[in-house]
């Protein structure tokens, strides 16, 4: 399975992007290479990196330079920081036959007329006993490296379907390790998310997102959203981009869902290699690398990159 097929972005569309940043193919490549050369001199880092790893930080941090020198560093370095993020990866194992059955975080196929990725996140079932909080994290990042190698989107939306969601899940979901996924995606995936939604919330939660909302900045608080119906959601997200389950014109959620998790499947290998590809910090020129990146961010919400 093509992860071109899951990722969708027509021609007309990758246009648009590159469009939007005002940069012409001759300026995007010339930066890349300025960027590829560079790398080539910082013996800690891989001497394999992709270049399509490179157009995409390049893309998401609008094309500063040294911006993208720090994300290509910390997005390799990070890895030793919280190696634990990254090990065990092998999607054939059967552990992660289990936890895909009982946690869905699913990209949809198509981009918005915003050029965003459309993120879905529900839990499959009401047991919290079924849902494994260290595995999950990983596959985060599993799912996120697959996007951020091959996706043409501008930004990221969210939609956190917590219909199945109990007590007992929430509890599993330890804030010091929430925080330090922020901070990791923060520092290391310059993911911008456009909007978070909230649909099928129990009541007891929606006391938790408005005191939550109330610990962000202004900008990203006013870019999340309670749906109480999915008539309130198809206002934001167009039915053409949502599964037949939220009332939209893609298919299942259980199609789409098998289509992308056999796709990792099929990429194994690859999600294996970028797993352990790491900085050599023993080879790091200059100061070493901050490793208490975590506790330099303050602040658990407030600087979730938005755009």
Same mark, same amino acid.
């Given at each position: 399975m093509s992860v071109d097929n899951l990722l969708r972005a027509t021609l007309e569309e990758k246009y648009a992007v590159e469009k939007s940043y ?12 300025? !960027?590829?050369?560079? *790398? ?15 157009? =995409?930080? !390049? ?15 910390? @997005? ?12 065990? =990866? /092998?999607?054939?194992?059967?552990? @992660? ?5 009982? $946690?869905?975080?699913?990209? +949809? ?13 529900? #839990? +499959? ?10 595995? &999950?994290?990983? @596959? ?5 490296? $697959?996007? #951020?190698?091959?996706?043409?989107? !501008? ?7 917590m219909g199945n969601a109990t007590i007992s899940h929430c509890l599993k979901n330890n804030p010091v390790v929430l925080n330090k996924i922020r *901070?990791?995606?923060?520092?290391? #995936?310059? /993911?911008?998310?456009? *909007? ?7 009541? @007891? *939660? ?18 999340? &959203?309670?749906?109480?119906? #999915? ?5 934001? $997200? ?6 037949a389950e939220y009332g939209g014109r893609e298919k299942s959620v259980n199609e789409l869902y098998a289509d992308w998790t056999k796709c990792l ?24 690398? /901050? ?6 961010? &303050?602040?658990?919400? =407030?600087? !979730?990159?938005?755009?």
């Amino acid at each position: 399975m093509s992860v071109d097929n899951l990722l969708r972005a027509t021609l007309e569309e990758k246009y648009a992007v590159e469009k939007s940043y005002g940069r012409t193919e001759d300026e995007i490549t010339e930066h890349i290479q300025v !960027l590829l050369e560079w *790398a080539k001199k910082q013996p800690h880092l891989p001497q394999e990196i992709d270049e399509k790893l490179i157009k =995409r930080i !390049l893309r998401w941090n609008k094309f500063s330079l040294e911006k993208t020198k720090n994300k290509i560093d910390m @997005y390799f370095s990070i890895k030793n920081i919280v190696p634990e993020f990254f090990d065990e =990866r /092998d999607m054939t194992s059967s552990k @992660y036959q289990r936890h895909i059955k009982s $946690v869905l975080l699913l990209p +949809l196929p198509k981009l918005t007329k915003e050029f965003s990725r459309v993120l879905l996140f529900s #839990y +499959l079932n009401n047991n919290p006993d079924n849902f494994d909080f260290t595995l &999950h994290v990983k @596959y985060i990042f599993i799912t996120l490296d $697959v996007q #951020y190698f091959n996706d043409d989107c !501008l930004t990221n939306i969210l939609i956190l379907d917590m219909g199945n969601a109990t007590i007992s899940h929430c509890l599993k979901n330890n804030p010091v390790v929430l925080n330090k996924i922020r *901070a990791v995606i923060q520092k290391a #995936y310059s /993911d911008r998310v456009a *909007a978070v939604h909230f649909i099928n919330l129990p009541s @007891y *939660a929606e006391t938790m997102v408005t005191l939550t909302k109330s610990l962000m900045k202004a900008k990203m608080a006013d870019r999340v &959203h309670v749906h109480k119906n #999915y008539e309130s959601l198809h206002k934001m $997200v167009p039915k053409e981009i949502l599964p037949a389950e939220y009332g939209g014109r893609e298919k299942s959620v259980n199609e789409l869902y098998a289509d992308w998790t056999k796709c990792l499947q099929d990429n194994n290998d690859w999600i294996l290699k970028y797993g352990a590809l790491r900085s050599n910090e023993k080879l790091r020129q200059g100061e070493p690398i /901050d490793a208490d990146i975590f506790g330099s961010i &303050h602040g658990s919400f =407030r600087q !979730l990159t938005v755009d």
